[in-house]
């Protein structure tokens, strides 16, 4: 059972950076693929950034240049480091991760993910 549990949001000013976790359980595919994603409210969640195998990333527009998504294979851990936060980047973020094998779920940047988090909140104030 694959299990994604974040950490690391909160709350900073404009400017400020932060750095979140996704330890993942349970998740052992061979072509794996992993996201970030983030929902404001009243807003569609979005895609943020995504991770494959190959370590190849792809980025939302809205983040390309601020946010770098990496992983440590050896921990098990999905990471987003966010710089140069905005206030229009609050929103509760998710970790995601992809069945390569069923393609189904949320489908982004060509991957589908039936597994999600919980989520957690960030919040960045002007």
């Known amino acids: 059972q694959v299990q994604l549990v974040e950490s690391g949001g909160g709350s900073v000013q404009s400017g400020g950076s932060l750095r979140l976790s996704c330890a993942a359980s349970g998740y052992t595919r061979r072509n794996y693929c992993m996201a970030w994603f983030r929902q404001a409210p009243g807003k569609e969640r979005e895609g943020v950034a995504r991770i494959m195998y190959d370590r190849m990333t792809n980025y939302a527009d809205s983040v390309k240049g601020r946010f770098t998504i990496s992983q440590d294979n050896t921990k098990n851990t999905l990471y987003l480091q966010m710089n140069s936060l905005k206030p229009e980047d609050t929103a509760m973020y998710y970790c995601?991760?992809?069945?390569?094998?069923?393609?189904?779920?949320?489908?982004?940047?060509?991957?589908?993910?039936?597994?999600w988090g919980q989520g957690t909140q960030v919040t960045v104030s002007s």
């Open positions: 995601a991760a992809a069945d390569t094998d069923l393609n189904s779920g949320t489908y982004y940047a060509g991957c589908f993910f039936p597994y």
